[in-house]
């Protein structure tokens, strides 16, 4: 088996939450919500959504960014959630007596999720140096240099 070595990111800090007691699917239709937008969005869409999976998610976030500032020293306002996943986790099971000697299983499903967030003041200061580039008093005309987004296809379901 050959395993990849992985890089070290600078910028993105991430929380664990593993066996969360909710359905994968449940706690999906949150993290869809939230997926791509920035951290103090995030907490407000989190606290407004009347779903009983937002209360975990929302401390999961929260974490994120308390690792953010205190392990890297990264501004919450920079904050853009950069990967958001539910995995399914174990099925709990359980068995209800019932009348006559039978019993009844109960099964109660978990999930991990994964919060990554990433810091945006690094590209914000590229695009600047970018832009200094660019202006007519630069004395580097011949440098290319295009940045693609690779998040948006430019259709109307992008998230902003």
Same mark, same amino acid.
């Given at each position: ?6 890089? /070290? @990111? ?8 593993? *066996?969360? @007691?909710?359905?994968? %699917?449940?706690?999906? +239709? ?6 791509? $937008? ?13 779903? +009983?999976?937002? !209360?975990?998610? &929302?401390?999961?976030? *929260? ?6 500032? %205190? #392990?890297?020293? &990264? ?6 959630? $950069? ?9 709990? /099971? /359980?068995?209800?007596? $019932?009348? +006559?000697? $039978?019993?009844?299983?109960?099964? +109660?499903?978990?999930? %991990? ?12 200061? !590229? ?14 005309? #011949? ?5 693609? =987004? ?7 379901? =992008?998230? /902003?």
């Amino acid at each position: 088996m050959i395993k990849k070595k992985k890089k /070290k @990111s600078y910028t993105s800090v991430y929380a664990l939450g593993q *066996y969360i @007691s909710m359905s994968a %699917h449940k706690a999906r +239709r949150v993290i869809d919500q939230i997926r791509g $937008r920035s951290y103090e969005e995030a907490l407000m869409i989190l606290e407004l959504m009347p779903y +009983r999976g937002c !209360y975990p998610i &929302f401390k999961l976030v *929260y974490s994120a960014a308390a690792n953010a500032s %205190h #392990n890297k020293g &990264f501004k919450e306002t920079n904050l853009v959630i $950069r990967k958001a996943e539910v995995n399914q986790g174990n099925t709990v /099971k /359980k068995l209800n007596p $019932r009348a +006559r000697g $039978r019993s009844y299983p109960i099964k +109660r499903s978990t999930c %991990h999720i994964t919060i990554v967030l990433e810091d945006i003041s690094l590209y914000q200061q !590229y695009e600047e140096y970018l832009m200094y580039l660019k202006k007519p008093g630069c004395s580097n005309e #011949n440098i290319n240099l295009t940045c693609y =987004d690779t998040y948006s296809s430019g259709g109307p379901w =992008d998230k /902003k």
